[in-house]
């Protein structure tokens, strides 16, 4: 039988913040995330750094977690975990913990989506107003960049994808060719503020249907910047804040130009957007310019757009709430599907 309220505790390890939170129902008690800057130095993930870093980070991370929510281990309903997609050392952190846990409490184990949690962290509860279904999340992150039709907590079916890199990767990628540090994603949409967005215009690169191609303009923006700095040495020191609004402007437009297509064929105009990249002021600025157009536009929290635990914690609710367990065989899945 459901008990009348739950609490659930969710683990994310996918990639390199050790998350856990706890929920209790819809609501947020308390969400840690411990970040590895070990990575910072090689200007990306390492993926045996990360899955170190996480076995040294989950304990004292779980440990936050329950403090901060202010209950203690017995008082668990659920535990949900991170089965994927993600790095496979990574991944099996977080799984093993969680199947541990689960089984010394002796309470149900609830394996999630990594991408069905950026999508249903709209749901968590804040008194906000909430998508309703069918929606299109749009889901812009270092690790993916994909349209999804949401036809409820559930169902999702993957319309539009990247075909190479996903949009985060191309905005880390042209500020380490600019020598800014990683992530580049920040810095370039803090520095794009004080610069011409059309100062430089990049290539928009073509890509069929609903997906997206970012390798082309991460070439375009190298070639550039060799022309340029050939001329001129000073040229990257002297353009940087016209050179960042160049390339947010153009990412922008890359990233609109398939949301509005989707729109228009699906005949949905609920878009939600979730993932790191969703922080960007001008991406959100964009979005919400649609609600003049009378679409319905939602961004979460920035705590909860980053990876976070929560938004693993909300939509192990939603299955919870359905009665589904997973059983002890399940297994960390570093490419599973939707
Ligand atoms: O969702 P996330 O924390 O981790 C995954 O990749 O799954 O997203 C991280 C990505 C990085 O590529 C970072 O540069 C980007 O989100 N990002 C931003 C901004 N904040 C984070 N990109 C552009 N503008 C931002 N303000
Ligand atoms: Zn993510």
Not at 154 to 180: N, P, Y
Not at 206 to 217: I, T
Not at 275 to 295: D, M, P
Request: glycine content about 10%.
């Amino acid at each position: 039988m459901v008990p009348q309220i739950s609490y659930i505790l969710a683990i994310e390890s996918s990639c390199d913040d050790t998350a856990c939170a706890i929920l209790k129902d819809a609501q947020v008690l308390s969400n840690v995330v411990a970040g590895q800057e070990i990575h910072i130095q090689y200007g990306g993930v390492v993926p045996e750094l990360a899955s170190r870093a996480h076995q040294s980070h989950i304990v004292p991370v779980v440990d936050q977690a329950l403090k901060k929510a202010g209950i203690t281990k017995k008082d668990l309903t659920a535990i949900a975990f991170t089965r994927g997609p993600g790095l496979m050392g990574s991944l099996l952190v977080g799984a093993s913990f969680a199947k541990s846990l689960a089984l010394a409490l002796d309470i149900p184990l609830i394996d999630v989506h990594h991408m069905h949690g950026h999508i249903l962290a709209h749901f968590i509860n804040e008194g906000q107003e909430v998508p309703q279904f069918p929606f299109l999340g749009v889901t812009i992150s270092g690790g993916h960049t994909q349209i999804i039709k949401v036809t409820d907590y559930h169902k999702m079916e993957v319309i539009g994808t990247t075909q190479d890199d996903a949009i985060g990767e191309a905005f880390d990628k042209s500020g380490k060719m600019l020598g800014l540090g990683y992530p580049a994603g920040p810095q370039i949409d803090q520095l794009s503020k004080k610069g011409d967005p059309k100062k430089f215009p990049f290539p928009i690169p073509k890509a069929p249907n609903l997906n997206y191609s970012f390798s082309g303009f991460k070439t375009a923006v190298l070639y550039f910047i060799q022309r340029e700095v050939k001329k001129n040495p000073d040229f990257v020191k002297e353009n940087l804040h016209d050179i960042c609004a160049s390339i947010q402007h153009t990412l922008i437009k890359i990233l609109f130009q398939k949301i509005e297509k989707a729109v228009k064929e699906t005949g949905i105009n609920t878009v939600a957007m979730g993932g790191g990249v969703s922080a960007n002021s001008g991406i959100r600025s964009r979005l919400t310019s649609y609600n003049q157009k009378g679409w319905n536009t939602f961004v979460p929290p920035f705590a909860y757009t980053t990876d976070n635990a929560a938004m693993i914690g909300i939509s192990g609710y939603f299955k919870y709430l359905d009665g589904y367990t997973a059983g002890m065989e399940i297994t960390a899945s570093p490419r599973i599907s939707m």
